[in-house]
């Protein structure tokens, strides 16, 4: 059974520091592009960062970019998302997800299997 499970959110206060962590189980992750979206209550979905496969290269939304890092331990079948100077407005369920690439503009459409989220919440 092909399954996402997401793990690492919690409550922190602003300028703190989270690791998200997605793991895998049913599927090789290294096979597929990892998508890292979030949603705030009232709000849509947005794309926050994303690995490829193929070269391993990221993308990240304007407003985590130089705070927030992607990375991947194949070993443990594992993507991470590294999240620093966290703010008030990165408040949000965040959610991995794999498929088959990367975009600048974050589509969901390359992306068919989701996590069930994971809260992250700053607030001091």
């Known amino acids: 059974q092909v399954q996402l499970v997401e793990s690492g959110g919690g409550l922190v206060q602003p300028g703190g520091s989270l690791r998200l962590s997605c793991a895998a189980s049913g599927f090789t992750l290294d096979y597929y592009a990892i998508g890292w979206f979030r949603q705030a209550p009232g709000k849509e979905r947005e794309g926050v960062s994303c690995?490829?496969?193929?070269?391993?290269?990221?993308y990240y939304a304007d407003s985590v970019k130089g705070r927030f890092t992607i990375s991947r331990d194949n070993a443990k079948n594992t993507v991470y998302l590294q999240m620093n100077s966290l703010k008030p407005e990165d408040t949000a369920v965040y959610y991995c997800?794999?498929?088959?690439?990367?975009?600048?503009?974050?589509?969901?459409?390359?992306?068919?299997?989701w996590g069930q989220g994971t809260q992250v919440t700053v607030s001091s």
């Open positions: 690995i490829s496969s193929s070269d391993g290269s990221t």
């Open positions: 997800a794999a498929g088959v690439r990367c975009s600048y503009y974050f589509d969901a459409r390359y992306f068919g299997s």
